[in-house]
């Protein structure tokens, strides 16, 4: 079992940049995949980002934020970061962690990840 801290929102100006770090529990964080995705008001829950556990630390990105944010992953510091730049007002959401042990596709579907983190609000205002 993995349990799943978001910190770094907050609000900022279109244009800004915010990193979002998630801080994992347990002993084996590097063999899961890891993923950010948001809800905005009134949205369902959308993938944002996902880096893979395998050698090499394959990404995958939605179409909406490539290119202005970056997934990262500090296995020693069982921590997963979301760079991200060139913040717009659409980006407005929470931003929720997910994660799920030994998957080799980077799925978009909320449904394939366990473990969810309790969300971090990013604001940006125009």
């Known amino acids: 079992q993995v349990q799943l801290v978001e910190s770094g929102g907050g609000l900022v100006q279109a244009g800004g940049s915010l990193r979002l770090s998630c801080a994992a529990s347990g002993r084996t964080f590097s063999q899961y995949t890891m993923a950010w995705f948001r809800q905005g008001p009134g949205k369902e829950r959308e993938f944002v980002a996902a880096?893979?556990?395998?050698?090499?630390?394959?990404?995958r990105y939605a179409d909406s934020v490539k290119g202005r944010f970056t997934i990262s992953r500090d296995n020693a510091e069982n921590t997963v970061y979301l760079q991200m730049n060139s913040l717009e007002p659409e980006d407005t959401a929470v931003y929720y962690c997910?994660?799920?042990?030994?998957?080799?596709?980077?799925?978009?579907?909320?449904?394939?990840?366990?473990?969810w983190g309790q969300g971090t609000q990013v604001t940006v205002s125009s």
């Open positions: 997910a994660a799920a042990y030994h998957i080799i596709e980077m799925h978009t579907t909320p449904g394939i990840y366990p473990h």
């Open positions: 880096i893979s556990w395998r050698g090499g630390g394959n990404t």
